[in-house]
């Protein structure tokens, strides 16, 4: 991450309720960038999908939204914190 650590990221995600600028941000993923956005509210949705997505093999669809979770923290942090 460039500015704000993963784990900030993902509290933030965690504690999204009432964010105002981090649900302005996850709109602006989700009309820009759809295939990042999905793994995020799905990991909003169910935090431990993230261990699962993480464990899966290699070039599987698990695997595929773990990174592309990962993508979209990036993005959600230079939204953020520029």
Do not use: C
């Not at 759809?34 to 698990?62: C, F, I, N, T």
Request: aromatic share 10%; hydrophobic share 40%.
């Amino acid at each position: 991450m460039i500015h704000a650590s993963r784990e900030l990221m993902m509290h933030r995600l965690s504690e999204a309720e009432g964010d105002e600028e981090l649900a302005y941000a996850l709109d602006r993923l989700r009309r820009n960038f759809y295939q990042l956005h999905e793994p995020v509210r799905e990991y909003m949705e169910d935090p431990s999908r993230l261990e699962r997505w993480q464990r899966a093999e290699k070039h599987s669809q698990g695997w595929r939204k773990a990174l592309f979770f990962e993508e979209a923290l990036e993005v959600l942090d230079t939204a953020l914190y520029g």
